[in-house]
């Protein structure tokens, strides 16, 4: 078996939780620590993917989108 399909082989169930309320706070917080990473390299820096949407259940995973 190749290293590349090792990487990309899935072998843990996906677990998708009620929303959570936190999200919200947890995207900001990881932003935040961003934006002080990246300063100006990037001009926008978005919460993204299913754990964005208010009331959803999701993947517990912020996904984050820095442009």
Do not use: N
Not at 1 to 25: G, I, N, T
Not at 37 to 51: N, P
Request: glycine share 4%; charged share 25%.
């Amino acid at each position: 078996m190749s290293d590349v399909y090792r990487l990309h082989q899935k072998s843990d169930p996906v677990v998708v939780v009620p929303y959570r309320a936190e999200w919200p706070a947890e995207f900001l917080r990881r932003a935040r620590a961003l934006r002080a990473a990246l300063g100006d390299a990037v001009l926008r820096i978005d919460h993204i993917g299913s754990t964005s949407v208010p009331g959803l259940a999701a993947k517990d995973i912020i996904d984050v989108q820095a442009r």
